[in-house]
């Protein structure tokens, strides 16, 4: 097959592939029999690019890494159902069931008693190092499948994002250490109101902290729809968000967190949510639109790698830099109609979620970077958390890791979060500068937008120069600090 035909087998089995994951996060029937033979056939079509091709590069690294996720499949499989079968208490229920690693978050978001949060904690930790034996496997696999093509995944997910490891590492360290203290001040400021205690400590993780702190939030956004204000905004900007359809029924397997997928790029991308509180609703809503514009910008013509292959770092830039509307003050007021008052608590609340997101996203890219150049076991890995935990915030036990979503699921952590954060700070100085304060309103930031989002895989990734101490400033600048 020649390189065009290749491509466009590869794009027709990867849609196929993911509209069943779609549906399979959707909540909806999907073929698990399908979903296996489409992705040994998958796996094939890239087989066959790396005996004959080197070039296009991304397309390169692309095939080795679906080729690592098919052969690990099974283990992966295999490590979520021990998981589900290790990781439960007998001790507490939630909406009559047993409470275990799958509804563990809702039980820290529901529960407004500490101390049965830390014992469910607490009970989940001493569980956690029995799961190490399936995630070494599962990571074993895609060693040695990256090591056929002298590659490891940390090579390769540096190389696409356009980083090196020293850069992203000394990146991490500057914007966890800077964020340290505001984020300790802020924690012990919202302890009693979010945690109901006076202390932030080891068990109140990150997801406890995001599943509470926005509850008051929620009076300000009752009678909106997150929807109807994004599609607005989008078309005033001069997108056709229409194009991406929208799926917000309640279905009871249906994902709790909001998705996008981009089935067919661009004419077939799909954005799903649940309604959950209208707080968290808004700033999912906006974050998966960004993804929406990001995939139906994309210009037909070109070729499959540049439509599809796309770092996680410039993904992330269109969501984040849609969401961040939430924090554009004049367009809570304007669009929103939100007061004062309202205006900074929502300002203060999100800027204490970004700290938060800066310390936790310091340790684990870290570790995960670490854990791939040294080598380590799950043990060590717990204990270099462990260190980078009291480093950027306040130190957890190690085995935590084991029990994260996406540390033991994933090759890497992704950094690629924080870039895309650093990122949009830096477009959007130059979206003031250019289009003035209420820049959304100016049909040339529509279209500035709309070029950027249309260059997909050829996203210059060093264009726009990231600014860690910026960032930090605007975000530590909590109004209660001062
Ligand atoms: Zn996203």
Redesign the pocket.
Known sequence: MSLEELASRYEDIRAKLSEQFYFQKAGLPFDKDLMKSLSGEISKVCLEFLQKYKEPRSMYLESVSTIAQSESLEARLEFEEKRMAIIYTEKYQLDGKKVNWGNWRQFNSKVDDPSKRKEVFDEFLTKAPALAPWVEKRFRISKEVYARYGLTPLDAYLELEGFGYDELRELLMKLGDGAKEAFLAAAEHYAPEVLGKKRYEYYDDYYTWRGRIYRPLNKYFEGMHPVKKVLELLTSMGFDPRKIKVDDEDREKKSPSAFCFSIRVPDDVRVVFRRVSPFSDFGSVF?EFG?GIHGISANPEDPVWKRYIVPMNV??TF?YLTESMLEEPLFLQEELNLGKAEINDILDRRKFMKLAFLTFYAANGIMKMEFWRKEYNAEEAAKRWQELTKRFFLEVPGSYWLLHHIMPNYEMYSPSYVIAALRVMTIKKRLREEFGEKWWKHPGAGRFIKELAETRGEFNVREWKLDPDGYLKEYTALSFLK
């Open positions: 974050h993804h993904a992330e969501s």
